[in-house]
């Protein structure tokens, strides 16, 4: 049984009993998914997946938070999967509650199952008999495991399932209303701030408290090894606390960062653990009569979520209850209980909707946090909000690349050999997956954890550093190598793509540079080399929607970039017009995008544009900025994102297959648009940038070395 | 420690407090008005804009006696779901936003410029906003839904 579940839906083999997910009350459909909204828009695709199967109106539909111990346990909302877990299970889950209801109907009702039809809940059978879902569900328990063994509609009789619905969560933001857990401090919460250095890795050696001891309001402050904190009657005296405390504290740091300049070369030097993550030969190896050799470097990038990270925490006795915008309620609860050392049933972790992370960024850190501030004020629930700056400088980064691609070509200058190399920190250091707690005040406190150095996920789960190394083309043979650091001098776990969009944008920059040199348009050298329709599709799509390849204009430059992500997920493709002057501006963004079937075509439309948009950012701006001791880029003066004026316009084609199982879009974008500016900027001067970010000073280095 | 008024969403307003703290201190934890949010604290992302008289300003680094006898305009102060403003319609309309956490102080901030000019360009929009932060990378939805309400103010 358990294995035709794992066929059928992994979340539900895992999270079997059909209560779990679905049940009824009052007039509404209450769903539960395992997975959380991150401003993703999952909470109305999931909503329209289980109104389309039980066939009811999706007002009905009430969907709940995940939290621990109710909630299926789906894991991490991360890696673009929520639509192909969580949607897929709702939809399993849906036709066979629906199934066990119209056969209960057809015994109530003394007619066959098949002549009964259901209208927004409504079960109706010939002769004006009818019952509903509410009318039954008092008789029948859902307490049961799911079997799979209703096919859920097809696609030709989905209602909702495909049309632009309307986000559920969008009136509530437009009209200001408490949604984040930013805005909510029940009444009697206390409030905490946590004191953390400027320095890197930094121990407190010495803190006075008495300057904070005098703070009006002051509740608590909590000293434990190298973490100290306050807790305080208002936000304004835990902010004034906070800083009276940093008066009294004297740190020291032995941290040695690398040197900010020469961050690839050092990449390449440090300990690693190497793997083989793909070897082909070809069947009749060509002779290599040139080899081409590159290397791609992209430095840290910072999550850099709009809003600083917040949680709550309260105890009673050993009884702790959390409310977190963590990504996942289950695997917090599981580092949580490793720290406090109590079994995990003794915590009850609540999701309440963040701001947008894009990847494991402060929101599970400042839980911890908050426990540990809360502890010391039992039965009083404590919030705990980081400021900007801890936000930029203790939050986890997407992991710094150095990746080098070997190209041999045979005498026609054909690709014969590929052998592509990856130096990289691990792409992943979430909670709740190993035997340590990676969470930062894990590894302050006096009887400290050791500090979590980030890993790789396997390349079966998409890969880290290694994500979408391996070649989509038909190259003869390829070796292809990652290297993950061992030691971890700044703290790195998942961002958007994980290692997709570095090893995206060395495949796609050098697959380019070989078409210019062999004098073939970028987008027919890519055809040549793929037989995969989908593949063929969005590029074609996205060539033909941006008219390639535009009359060439002065200063203007057009490149290509294409990718499948995770090599299982969505197909993306992407065309970029830049315009290089006085700086390096990207006017124009076409993209071609293949989800499957689309659950809500706008909404795999704005994932695309906001991912463009943000890969945007990250090619044309991003790099953590770091000295010998400290991160140094802690505001948004040192660490500028792509602001309204220098946004490009995007446009993008979704190729809808209903028929196909759907597949997330959140990182689909990411990789072929910073290939594809990349190679546009190569286009508009003939000069090829191959470290991120492609700034103007580095543009202009580039130029007086070409 | 004199008090200090100012005209809150139409509402004559008096609060006691130390007249150096935050606007956004006062409007979240003082007066239960969560919309406009906390980014930075250093005036420097915008999500906490408000509109002071109609000019759109961030809230975070705005001193309360800053605002002494002036007026207020929070996100709560715009419209509500029966009577909306223009640009909720309009947002709604464009589903302009991801996560929607720098949302308010985005529309604050496009309130304020279509109080002086009804009928921007798409380039006069860019302009208003380039002291928002979005980092979802909304910007365009948010673009067409100011340039919407424009529109509808105008036939209005």
Same mark, same amino acid.
């Given at each position: 049984?358990?294995?035709?579940?794992?066929?059928?839906?992994?979340?539900?083999?895992?999270?079997?009993?059909?209560?779990?997910? !679905?049940?009824?009350?009052?007039?509404?459909?209450?769903?539960?998914?395992?997975?959380?909204?991150?401003?993703?828009?999952?909470?109305?695709?999931?909503?329209?997946?289980?109104?389309?199967?039980?066939?009811?109106?999706?007002?009905?539909?009430?969907?709940?938070?995940?939290?621990?111990?109710?909630?299926?346990?789906?894991?991490?909302?991360?890696?673009?999967?929520?639509?192909?877990?969580?949607?897929?299970?709702?939809?399993?889950?849906?036709?066979?509650?629906?199934?066990?209801?119209?056969?209960?109907?057809?015994?109530?009702?003394?007619?066959?199952?098949?002549?009964?039809?259901?209208?927004?809940?409504?079960?109706?059978?010939?002769?004006?008999?009818?019952?509903?879902?509410?009318?039954?569900? =008092?008789?029948?328990?859902?307490?049961?495991?799911?079997?799979?063994?209703?096919?859920?509609?097809?696609?030709?009789?989905?209602?909702?399932?495909?049309?632009?619905?309307?986000?559920?969560?969008?009136?509530?933001?437009?009209?200001?209303?408490?949604?984040?857990?930013?805005?909510?401090?029940?009444?009697?919460?206390?409030?905490?701030?946590?004191?953390?250095?400027?320095?890197?890795?930094?121990?407190?050696?010495?803190?006075?408290?008495?300057?904070?001891?005098?703070?009006?309001?002051?509740?608590?402050?909590?000293?434990? @090894?190298?973490?100290?904190?306050?807790?305080?009657? %208002?936000?304004?005296?835990?902010?004034?606390?906070?800083?009276?405390?940093?008066?009294?504290?004297?740190?020291?740091?032995?941290?040695?960062?690398?040197?900010?300049?020469?961050?690839?070369?050092?990449?390449?030097?440090?300990?690693?653990?190497?793997?083989?993550?793909?070897?082909?030969?070809?069947?009749?190896?060509?002779?290599?009569?040139?080899?081409?050799?590159?290397?791609?470097?992209?430095?840290?990038?910072?999550?850099?979520?709009?809003?600083?990270?917040? +949680?709550?925490?309260?105890?009673?006795?050993?009884?702790?209850?959390?409310?977190?915008?963590?990504?996942?309620?289950?695997?917090?609860?599981?580092?949580?209980?490793?720290?406090?050392?109590?079994?995990?049933?003794?915590?009850? &972790?609540?999701?309440?909707?963040?701001?947008?992370?894009?990847?494991?960024? /402060?929101?599970?850190?400042?839980?911890?946090?908050?426990? #540990?501030?809360?502890?010391?004020?039992?039965?009083?629930?404590?919030?705990?909000?980081?400021?900007?700056?801890?936000?930029?400088?203790?939050?986890?980064?997407?992991?710094?690349?150095?990746?080098?691609?070997?190209?041999?070509?045979?005498?026609?200058?054909?690709?014969?050999?590929?052998?592509?190399?990856?130096?990289?920190?691990?792409?992943?250091?979430?909670?709740?997956?190993?035997?340590?707690?990676?969470?930062? +005040?894990?590894?302050?406190?006096?009887?400290?954890?050791?500090? +979590? !150095?980030? #890993?790789?996920?396997?390349?079966?789960? /998409?890969? @880290?550093?290694?994500?979408?190394?391996?070649?989509?083309?038909?190259?003869?043979?390829?070796?292809?190598?990652?290297?993950?650091?061992?030691?971890?001098?700044?703290?790195?776990?998942?961002?958007?793509?994980?290692?997709?969009?570095?090893?995206?944008?060395?495949?796609?920059? #050098?697959?380019?540079?070989?078409?210019?040199?062999?004098?073939?348009?970028?987008?027919?050298?890519?055809?040549?080399?793929?037989?995969?329709?989908?593949?063929?599709?969005?590029?074609?799509?996205?060539?033909?929607?941006?008219?390639?390849?535009?009359?060439?204009?002065?200063?203007?430059?057009?490149?290509?970039?294409?990718?499948?992500?995770?090599?299982?997920?969505?197909?993306?493709?992407?065309?970029?017009?830049?315009? &290089?002057?006085?700086?390096?501006?990207?006017?124009?963004?076409?993209?071609?995008?293949?989800? @499957?079937?689309?659950?809500?075509?706008?909404?795999?439309?704005?994932?695309?544009?906001?991912?463009?948009?943000?890969?945007?950012?990250?090619?044309?701006?991003?790099?953590?900025?770091?000295?010998?001791?400290?991160?140094?880029?802690?505001?948004?003066?040192?660490?500028?994102?792509?602001?309204?004026?220098?946004?490009?316009?995007?446009?993008?084609?979704?190729?809808?297959?209903?028929?196909?199982?759907?597949?997330?879009?959140?990182?689909?974008?990411? =990789?072929?648009?910073?290939?594809?500016?990349?190679?546009?900027?190569?286009?508009?001067? @003939?000069?090829?940038?191959?470290?991120?970010?492609?700034?103007?000073?580095?543009?202009?280095?580039?130029?007086?070395?070409? | 420690?004199?008090?200090?008024?100012?005209?809150?969403?139409?509402?004559?307003?008096?609060?006691?407090?130390?007249?150096?703290?935050?606007?956004?201190? &006062?409007?979240?934890?003082?007066?239960?008005?969560?919309?406009?949010?906390?980014?930075?604290?250093?005036?420097?992302?915008?999500?906490?804009?408000?509109?002071?008289?109609?000019?759109?300003?961030?809230?975070?680094?705005?001193?309360?006696?800053?605002?002494?006898?002036?007026?207020? %305009?929070?996100?709560?102060?715009?419209?509500?779901?029966?009577?909306?403003?223009?640009?909720?319609?309009?947002?709604?309309?464009?589903?302009?936003?991801?996560?929607?956490?720098?949302?308010? /102080?985005?529309?604050?901030?496009?309130?304020?410029?279509?109080?002086?000019?009804?009928?921007?360009?798409?380039?006069?929009?860019?302009?208003?906003?380039?002291?928002?932060?979005?980092?979802?990378?909304?910007?365009?939805?948010?673009?067409?839904?100011?340039?919407?309400?424009?529109?509808?103010?105008?036939?209005?």
């Amino acid at each position: 049984m358990e294995h035709e579940l794992q066929k059928v839906s992994v979340s539900l083999a895992v999270n079997p009993k059909l209560s779990s997910w !679905i049940n009824f009350a009052e007039g509404k459909v209450i769903v539960s998914p395992g997975k959380v909204e991150i401003g993703q828009g999952i909470v109305t695709a999931l909503a329209q997946i289980a109104a389309d199967e039980l066939d009811v109106d999706i007002s009905r539909i009430e969907m709940v938070r995940a939290a621990t111990p109710a909630s299926p346990n789906e894991g991490v909302t991360s890696g673009s999967l929520s639509v192909q877990h969580s949607g897929r299970a709702i939809r399993f889950a849906c036709a066979e509650i629906r199934q066990i209801f119209l056969n209960a109907a057809a015994e109530r009702l003394g007619v066959a199952p098949d002549v009964l039809t259901i209208t927004d809940g409504n079960i109706a059978g010939p002769g004006n008999v009818s019952t509903s879902y509410w009318e039954l569900a =008092g008789d029948i328990s859902l307490d049961r495991d799911a079997t799979a063994g209703a096919q859920p509609k097809s696609s030709a009789q989905r209602t909702l399932a495909g049309h632009s619905l309307q986000r559920l969560d969008i009136p509530d933001k437009v009209f200001g209303r408490p949604r984040f857990i930013q805005d909510s401090a029940p009444p009697g919460t206390l409030h905490g701030r946590v004191l953390r250095a400027e320095l890197a890795l930094a121990r407190l050696i010495e803190l006075n408290e008495e300057r904070a001891r005098k703070v009006e309001g002051l509740v608590a402050i909590v000293h434990d @090894g190298n973490f100290a904190g306050v807790v305080c009657e %208002t936000e304004a005296a835990a902010e004034a606390a906070v800083t009276a405390l940093r008066k009294g504290a004297k740190w020291s740091s032995s941290a040695a960062l690398p040197d900010e300049d020469g961050l690839a070369e050092w990449l390449k030097q440090q300990p690693a653990v190497s793997t083989v993550i793909a070897s082909k030969n070809a069947t009749a190896p060509a002779a290599v009569a040139r080899t081409i050799k590159r290397q791609y470097h992209r430095p840290y990038i910072a999550h850099g979520s709009i809003a600083p990270s917040c +949680a709550m925490a309260q105890w009673d006795g050993d009884i702790v209850r959390v409310w977190t915008h963590s990504q996942g309620v289950y695997n917090l609860r599981s580092d949580l209980a490793l720290v406090f050392k109590l079994p995990r049933e003794n915590i009850t &972790v609540e999701h309440m909707e963040g701001a947008g992370c894009y990847g494991h960024n /402060g929101a599970d850190d400042v839980a911890l946090d908050a426990a #540990l501030l809360a502890k010391a004020t039992p039965g009083r629930t404590v919030r705990v909000q980081w400021s900007r700056a801890d936000e930029m400088s203790h939050a986890p980064f997407g992991a710094a690349m150095a990746i080098e691609i070997e190209a041999g070509l045979d005498s026609d200058g054909e690709i014969a050999s590929w052998r592509h190399t990856i130096w990289s920190n691990g792409h992943t250091a979430r909670p709740g997956r190993a035997e340590q707690p990676t969470l930062l +005040a894990a590894s302050e406190l006096a009887a400290p954890f050791p500090r +979590a !150095i980030s #890993l790789d996920p396997p390349p079966a789960s /998409g890969g @880290g550093s290694d994500r979408n190394s391996v070649p989509l083309y038909d190259f003869p043979a390829w070796n292809i190598e990652a290297h993950r650091l061992t030691v971890m001098p700044v703290r790195t776990s998942a961002l958007r793509t994980l290692g997709a969009q570095g090893n995206t944008f060395a495949i796609e920059s #050098l697959l380019d540079e070989i078409a210019v040199d062999r004098g073939e348009d970028p987008v027919a050298f890519r055809l040549r080399h793929l037989t995969d329709p989908r593949s063929r599709d969005v590029i074609q799509a996205a060539a033909r929607r941006a008219n390639w390849k535009p009359v060439k204009q002065d200063g203007v430059g057009y490149g290509i970039g294409f990718s499948r992500y995770k090599t299982t997920g969505a197909y993306c493709a992407a065309v970029a017009e830049v315009e &290089v002057g006085e700086g390096i501006r990207v006017r124009k963004l076409t993209l071609a995008v293949d989800v @499957g079937e689309a659950v809500n075509p706008d909404g795999v439309i704005n994932q695309i544009e906001g991912g463009a948009i943000q890969a945007t950012s990250w090619v044309l701006k991003e790099r953590v900025r770091f000295d010998r001791t400290r991160i140094t880029s802690s505001s948004w003066t040192e660490y500028p994102i792509l602001r309204f004026s220098e946004v490009p316009e995007v446009e993008v084609e979704v190729i809808s297959r209903p028929e196909i199982d759907p597949v997330g879009a959140g990182e689909a974008a990411h =990789g072929p648009v910073t290939a594809a500016i990349a190679n546009a900027v190569f286009d508009a001067l @003939g000069v090829r940038l191959r470290s991120l970010p492609i700034t103007r000073d580095r543009l202009i280095a580039a130029m007086e070395l070409s | 420690m004199p008090n200090i008024r100012f005209r809150l969403n139409g509402a004559e307003t008096e609060i006691d407090a130390d007249p150096d703290t935050p606007l956004l201190t &006062v409007l979240r934890s003082q007066l239960g008005l969560t919309g406009s949010h906390f980014g930075c604290g250093a005036g420097e992302c915008g999500a906490c804009m408000v509109l002071v008289d109609d000019h759109a300003l961030t809230s975070c680094d705005a001193p309360l006696w800053s605002v002494a006898n002036k007026a207020v %305009t929070t996100i709560e102060g715009l419209g509500s779901e029966q009577h909306p403003h223009a640009l909720q319609r309009a947002f709604i309309a464009e589903q302009a936003l991801q996560c929607g956490y720098c949302l308010s /102080g985005i529309m604050m901030s496009a309130a304020a410029l279509l109080k002086r000019n009804t009928n921007p360009t798409t380039a006069e929009v860019k302009a208003a906003l380039d002291r928002n932060l979005c980092r979802c990378g909304s910007h365009n939805r948010m673009v067409r839904a100011v340039l919407r309400a424009a529109a509808e103010m105008r036939t209005s």
